[in-house]
């Protein structure tokens, strides 16, 4: 069966220190993980798309890379409006053809303290 | 561009009553996926739709709950005769052809069952 566990589920950093979110993931054969912000009462908002082993993707203090068995978030110098639930999302390859099915993770809440 | 539209934000039913859910796609967009998230839940696949049609519901319960998403005019999520475990945030996602630019997510329904 195909999951996502992320971890930690919640964590509490000064701004300007950096750390990583962990995703890792069990799916057979993966079309592409996704990672994604959600602010409290609001949808998730799309940060990233990877699709292959060794991908990295970056976006002002976000970074996202991708191993065949999981994929990191790093964070560097963080702000308190980084401050929100970080979601990952894998989509496998076996769904009849479907893209819609996504696959997430409970996400990673994460409170920057200035 | 306004993004993906969802009405009502907040919708109260009693049980036994129907409700339903509106979503207007981002637009260019053509395809729409629904997630249902429960409280302290990561987001769980519905369906997705296609205009006029469904493509993969394999996330639906099996009774109550039917989508739809006519030639003209948003998409329906419609459950009838709600139980308070119906009681969650219902997201929209919209996304173009090919799907490999993220979804873009809604705002959600919140729908509380009394």
């Known amino acids: 069966e195909d999951q996502v566990t992320q971890s930690p589920e919640a964590l509490r950093l000064q701004e300007g220190e950096s750390s990583s979110l962990n995703c890792s993931y069990t799916?057979?054969?993966?079309?592409?993980l996704f990672w994604y912000r959600q602010d409290p009462g609001k949808g998730p908002e799309f940060l990233f798309t990877l699709y292959s082993a060794g991908e990295e993707k970056e976006k002002e203090r976000l970074k996202a890379t991708l191993t065949k068995k999981e994929s990191f978030l790093h964070i560097t110098a963080p702000k308190p409006e980084d401050s929100a639930t970080y979601l990952c999302?894998?989509?496998?390859?076996?769904?009849?053809?479907?893209?819609?099915?996504?696959?997430f993770g409970k996400g990673t809440k994460l409170s920057v303290k200035p | 561009n306004a993004g993906v539209m969802q009405n009502p934000r907040h919708l109260v039913r009693r049980r036994g009553q129907e409700a339903r859910l509106r979503c207007s796609p981002m637009?260019?967009?053509?395809?729409v996926y629904w997630y249902r998230q429960l409280p302290e839940e990561g987001l769980k696949f519905m369906v997705y739709l296609q205009k006029e049609n469904i493509i993969d519901e394999s996330g639906m319960p099996k009774e109550r709950f039917s989508a739809e998403f006519p030639k003209e005019g948003p998409s329906i999520l419609r459950i009838q005769q709600v139980v308070r475990g119906d009681s969650a945030a219902y997201f929209c996602a919209s996304s173009d052809r090919t799907g490999n630019y993220g979804y873009t997510f809604g705002s959600g329904t919140r729908l509380t069952v009394v």
């Open positions: 999302a894998v989509q496998g390859l076996n769904y009849g053809g479907s893209q819609g099915n996504l696959i």
């Open positions: 799916v057979s054969g993966l079309r592409g």
């Open positions: 637009k260019g967009h053509s395809h």
